[in-house]
Nanobody, 126 residues
Framework: QVRLVESGGGPVQAGGSLRLSCAYS?????MGWFRQAPGTEREQVAS????????YYADSVKGRFTISQDDAKNTLYLQMNNLKPEDTAQYYC??????????????????????WGQGTQVTVSS
């Protein structure tokens, strides 16, 4: 059983930065960050495929967010810079077992991820 625990969310002013962390109990090749604002669908923000160093970002966060992984600490990160009010959402860490290539991982829909954390709220004020 894979356990994912997020931390690092909170309130921040527009233009500020936050770093989200996700501690995982078991290594899985395909991991990602999703977010969901009230009344919207859950969307993939970024993902990483371990072993290749490859990453994926949604257009809305390219150049501002960075996903990374520290294997020694079993932790996934999402560094968020230049935050905007539209980044306000509940952020979730997720893992997808069985993805055999980066292409199958990047941009994968939420239904393709079988393991989820409890979420952490990010609120960006203008």
């Amino acid at each position: 059983q894979v356990r994912l625990v997020e931390s690092g969310g909170g309130p921040v002013q527009a233009g500020g930065s936050l770093r989200l962390s996700c501690a995982y109990s078991l290594y899985i090749h395909c991991m990602g960050w999703f977010r969901q604002a009230p009344g919207t669908e859950r969307e993939q923000v970024a993902s990483i495929y371990r072993g290749t160093g490859g990453t994926y970002y949604a257009d809305s966060v390219k150049g501002r967010f960075t996903i990374s992984q520290d294997d020694a600490k079993n932790t996934l990160y999402l560094q968020m810079n230049n935050l905007k009010p539209e980044d306000t959402a509940q952020y979730y860490c997720a893992a997808s077992a069985g993805q055999r290539s980066p292409d199958s991982c990047f941009g994968l829909t939420p239904e393709g991820f079988g393991y989820w954390g409890q979420g952490t709220q990010v609120t960006v004020s203008s």
